[in-house]
């Protein structure tokens, strides 16, 4: 059965204090991952796209990881602006576009 | 820049009652789709549509949901007889798709919330 695990599930950061967020994940015939920030009630915004194991992307102060297995969102010195929940989620191909989803991070900044 | 928008932004209905919720996808994008969340949990996959047809769907798009493009922009969702347990923030999404291997990033609208009563 696809899973999709993120860690912690909440985060609180001082500004400028850097972290990271993980997504564990089993899911078969895995295509693409993506990264996407949700503000609250508010859609999915899209961040990253990762294709392949080594793989990285960068956006201001994040940067996003690939593994085989899981994926990390890098904050570096982030601002409270930067609060939001993170959201991972691996797709597969074929003729099947679904996101698998994970419940998210939620990232609260301190000034 | 294009975005996907969604209306109403809340639509509030009796349980039993027939809604109907509207997207305009992106004008250039080729697949759309819609998803739920239901508040505190997990954004859910429902239902993809390409090419005039439903491409996927899950075990939670049964018989009291539809889809529709009915015209060159909008993208509909319907469900039937609403119950409690469909109250839930729903977005539609959609994405380029222009090559068969490629893998674009879905772009969301703002969500409709839908509560019943």
């Known amino acids: 059965e696809d899973q999709v695990t993120q860690s912690p599930e909440a985060l609180r950061l001082q500004e400028g204090e850097s972290s990271s967020l993980n997504c564990s994940y089993t899911?078969?015939?895995?295509?693409?991952l993506f990264w996407y920030r949700q503000d609250p009630g508010k859609g999915p915004e899209f961040l990253f796209t990762?294709?392949?194991?080594?793989e990285e992307k960068e956006k201001e102060r994040l940067k996003a990881t690939l593994t085989k297995k899981e994926s990390f969102l890098h904050i570096t010195a982030p601002k409270p602006e930067d609060s939001a929940t993170y959201l991972c989620?691996?797709?597969?191909?074929?003729?099947?576009?679904?996101?698998?989803w994970g419940l998210g991070t939620s990232l609260a900044v301190n000034p | 820049e294009p975005e996907v928008t969604q209306t109403p932004s809340h639509q509030v209905t009796q349980m039993g009652q027939e809604v109907i919720l509207r997207c305009v996808p992106i004008s250039n994008h080729l697949y759309f789709y819609w998803y739920r969340q239901i508040l505190g949990q997990k954004v859910e996959f429902l239902v993809s549509?390409?090419?005039?047809?439903?491409?996927?769907k899950s075990e939670i798009f049964d018989d009291q949901f539809s889809v529709e493009r009915p015209d060159g922009s909008n993208f509909t969702l319907k469900i039937r007889s609403t119950k409690l347990e469909d109250s839930a923030m729903y977005f539609c999404?959609?994405?380029?798709?222009?090559?068969?291997?490629?893998?674009?990033?879905?772009?969301f609208g703002p969500g409709t919330r839908l509560t019943v009563l």
């Open positions: 549509f390409y090419n005039n047809e439903i491409s996927e």
């Open positions: 999404a959609s994405s380029e798709g222009r090559l068969p291997s490629s893998y674009n990033e879905q772009f």
């Open positions: 989620a691996p797709g597969r191909l074929w003729n099947n576009r679904k996101l698998i």
């Open positions: 899911v078969s015939g895995l295509r693409g």
């Open positions: 990762l294709y392949s194991a080594g």
